[in-house]
């Protein structure tokens, strides 16, 4: 098994990674959610499949700081801050 990654910074690398690839594989998804406002509720499965992963990857202390959702926020919501939506 690999060392669980217990440095904050290879963290945020990893869930920016695993965010990058939800947006990635399910754009068209994505963008109808938020064009919808029900993002969280249309991407709940790959949300959580993804934080799996980055739980199996990371030691308990780090995933308790709250990296993998804030690198959703940043990847899947800020970006497209171009969308329209009833939210913005």
Do not use: C, P
């Amino acid at each position: 098994m690999a060392n669980l990654i217990d440095n904050a910074k290879r963290a945020r690398q990893l869930a920016r990674a695993i965010a990058s690839d939800l947006t990635l594989y399910h754009e068209a998804k994505i963008l109808d959610g938020i064009g919808n406002d029900n993002l969280f509720d249309a991407m709940a499965d790959e949300i959580n499949e993804g934080k799996e992963l980055f739980k199996s990857r990371v030691t308990e202390d780090i995933f308790g700081q709250n990296i993998y959702e804030r690198a959703i926020v940043d990847v899947l919501v800020k970006s497209k801050g171009h969308v329209k939506s009833k939210i913005w």
